[in-house]
């Protein structure tokens, strides 16, 4: 188990005890979850919350926090004998809990009558079913309303302390990308046409495997590029397509990356994939470019758009005033999805406390399709680490609804569009630290402009 100082834990640990100033905190830490039976299970991630402040990466836990006292109680058994004749010698929890600044241990049983039957205890919103039902068990609520009962100031404390990423957690989140970046590299080498995209997912895998790291999110990895989440690898890639690979480690420290790179299955772009390929990477390096402290990134998603439509404009996909365009939200039919969101220990960071609270503050989500998905909208501050990550896309589907409904019929030559219904779609993605001034992309570079993955992938 990978753990870093007891005084990192204990500066964490104090930092959220002065913010909360009184009252009870619960944080549970995630139980084994059964993928067809109790003993048979998908590979066990610690919450996050509870492994920043409490460190310890093992299953059934549970930290109560008394924020009047500052007392740490870590609630969990020790392995019987039973348990290490099926899983080998462990550590006694003490080991662990003064390594991670944890005054005392006690039994699972205990936090019933700690905490059973009480009001006012401060609990995240639980995103497992088990901690619905143990709170709901202990608060005597419907387990379904238990999120309704979460504690505002609880996550509010949470986000003020995790969105600003310390030295030792770039330095892991270098890492992560590190890692990513051997994953993506190999999958360049490794694509050529006549190839099941599976059998390419199995390389990518290898390479992060091999690293001692799992997977920060499930693959996506596919022709299909268009489909923002696809998870299906059963394709065979044919010459002449785009294939799009958004990929990403979660290191043995449990910090994330999470990059994206689309790359031609026959190692070379087509002329209409470069001219595409360049927009989208000038959208990319120029939304880069504005990341620094005191700009929303609202604002750089709208900068983004922009780039879009104008270079849309001149392959004629698009007419008319682009800034009309972009209030209308033309934007959206060709990157519906938001330019990025925080990331550090989960991939979307700290999603489950609420996106309100980590990435709009007072800001007001828009409704217009694109701008909706924007994760993150408010104002930048030095240490926080986001991704940027535009794409175009050609969504069959979604044009031809658009089209019907005579949707920005004005600005759209959906003539034109017909066209590209089989192009798939292009994004590309970094990992971005807000710096003092200005920005630093985390990692080693990744091949990225046209010339570098053509390089990469005919060498
Ligand atoms: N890597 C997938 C996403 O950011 O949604
Ligand atoms: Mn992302």
């Given at each position: 188990?990978?753990?870093?100082?007891?005084?990192?834990?204990?500066?964490r640990?104090?930092?959220?005890?002065e913010?909360?100033?009184?009252?009870?905190?619960?944080?549970p830490g995630?139980?084994?979850?059964?993928?067809n039976?109790?003993?048979?299970?998908?590979?066990?991630?610690?919450?996050s919350?509870?492994?920043?402040?409490?460190?310890?990466?093992?299953?059934?836990l549970?930290i109560?926090?008394?924020c009047?006292t500052?007392?740490?109680?870590?609630?969990?058994n020790?392995?019987?004998i039973d348990d290490?004749?099926?899983?080998?010698?462990?550590?006694?929890?003490?080991?662990?809990?003064?390594?991670?600044?944890?005054?005392?241990?006690?039994?699972i049983?205990?936090?019933?009558?700690?905490l059973?039957?009480?009001?006012?205890?401060?609990y995240?919103?639980?995103?497992r079913?088990?901690?619905m039902i143990?709170?709901?068990?202990?608060?005597?609520?419907d387990?379904?309303?238990?999120?309704?009962?979460?504690?505002d100031k609880?996550?509010?404390a949470i986000?003020?302390?995790?969105?600003?990423?310390?030295?030792?957690?770039?330095?892991?989140?270098?890492?992560a990308?590190?890692i990513t970046r051997?994953?993506?590299?190999?999958?360049?080498r490794?694509?050529r046409p006549?190839?099941?995209?599976?059998?390419?997912?199995?390389?990518?895998?290898?390479a992060?495997?091999s690293?001692?790291?799992?997977?920060?999110?499930?693959?996506?990895?596919?022709?299909?590029?268009?489909?923002?989440?696809n998870?299906?690898?059963?394709?065979?890639?044919?010459?002449?397509r785009?294939?799009?690979?958004?990929?990403?480690?979660e290191?043995?420290?449990?910090y994330?990356g999470d990059?994206?790179?689309?790359?031609?299955?026959?190692?070379?772009?087509?002329?209409r994939q470069?001219?595409?390929?360049?927009?989208?990477?000038?959208?990319?390096?120029?939304?880069?470019?504005?990341v620094?402290?005191?700009?929303?990134y609202r604002?750089?998603?709208?900068e983004?758009?922009?780039?879009?439509?104008?270079?849309?404009?001149?392959?004629?996909?698009?007419?008319?005033?682009?800034?009309d365009?972009?209030?209308?939200?033309?934007g959206?039919?060709?990157?519906?999805?938001?330019?990025?969101?925080?990331?550090?220990?989960?991939?979307?960071?700290?999603?489950?406390?609420?996106?309100?609270?980590?990435?709009?503050?007072?800001?007001?989500?828009?409704?217009?399709?694109?701008?909706?998905?924007?994760?993150?909208a408010?104002?930048?501050?030095?240490?926080f680490?986001l991704?940027?990550e535009p794409?175009?896309?050609f969504?069959?589907e979604?044009?031809?609804?658009?089209?019907?409904e005579?949707?920005w019929?004005?600005?759209?030559?959906y003539?034109?569009l017909?066209?590209?219904t089989?192009?798939g779609?292009i994004?590309?993605?970094?990992?971005?630290?807000?710096?003092?001034?200005?920005?630093?992309?985390?990692?080693?570079?990744?091949p990225?402009?046209?010339v570098?993955?053509?390089?990469?992938m005919?060498?």
């Amino acid at each position: 188990m990978q753990l870093f100082s007891q005084k990192t834990y204990a500066d964490r640990q104090r930092k959220l005890i002065e913010k909360m100033g009184e009252g009870l905190v619960w944080i549970p830490g995630n139980t084994e979850s059964p993928l067809n039976y109790t003993d048979n299970i998908y590979p066990f991630r610690q919450d996050s919350t509870f492994r920043y402040f409490f460190g310890i990466n093992l299953p059934n836990l549970h930290i109560v926090l008394d924020c009047a006292t500052g007392k740490k109680t870590l609630y969990g058994n020790d392995y019987s004998i039973d348990d290490i004749i099926w899983v080998g010698p462990q550590k006694p929890l003490a080991h662990y809990a003064e390594l991670c600044h944890i005054d005392e241990i006690k039994p699972i049983a205990a936090l019933e009558e700690r905490l059973g039957g009480q009001k006012g205890i401060h609990y995240l919103p639980p995103y497992r079913h088990d901690h619905m039902i143990l709170a709901g068990r202990l608060f005597g609520l419907d387990p379904n309303q238990i999120k309704k009962h979460c504690s505002d100031k609880l996550i509010q404390a949470i986000v003020d302390i995790r969105s600003y990423k310390s030295e030792e957690e770039i330095a892991q989140m270098e890492d992560a990308v590190n890692i990513t970046r051997h994953m993506h590299m190999t999958a360049m080498r490794q694509t050529r046409p006549g190839k099941y995209e599976y059998e390419v997912v199995a390389d990518i895998r290898k390479a992060l495997e091999s690293q001692h790291s799992q997977l920060a999110y499930p693959v996506i990895f596919s022709v299909n590029g268009q489909t923002l989440h696809n998870h299906h690898h059963d394709n065979k890639m044919e010459s002449g397509r785009l294939v799009l690979n958004d990929s990403g480690a979660e290191n043995t420290y449990g910090y994330a990356g999470d990059i994206t790179r689309t790359f031609p299955v026959n190692g070379r772009f087509s002329g209409r994939q470069k001219e595409l390929y360049a927009l989208v990477l000038k959208m990319e390096t120029d939304s880069i470019a504005l990341v620094k402290p005191g700009i929303t990134y609202r604002s750089i998603h709208i900068e983004a758009n922009k780039i879009m439509l104008e270079g849309l404009k001149s392959m004629g996909m698009v007419k008319g005033d682009v800034e009309d365009m972009v209030r209308e939200g033309v934007g959206g039919l060709f990157m519906p999805h938001g330019l990025g969101h925080m990331i550090g220990m989960d991939v979307h960071d700290m999603e489950n406390l609420g996106e309100q609270a980590v990435g709009y503050g007072n800001m007001e989500r828009s409704k217009q399709l694109g701008l909706k998905s924007l994760r993150l909208a408010r104002t930048l501050e030095e240490g926080f680490v986001l991704t940027v990550e535009p794409g175009i896309y050609f969504i069959p589907e979604l044009i031809h609804k658009m089209r019907q409904e005579g949707k920005w019929s004005s600005f759209v030559n959906y003539d034109v569009l017909e066209d590209y219904t089989s192009f798939g779609g292009i994004r590309i993605e970094d990992n971005v630290l807000v710096t003092n001034q200005s920005h630093q992309v985390l990692g080693k570079p990744i091949p990225k402009t046209i010339v570098e993955i053509e390089e990469l992938m005919n060498a």
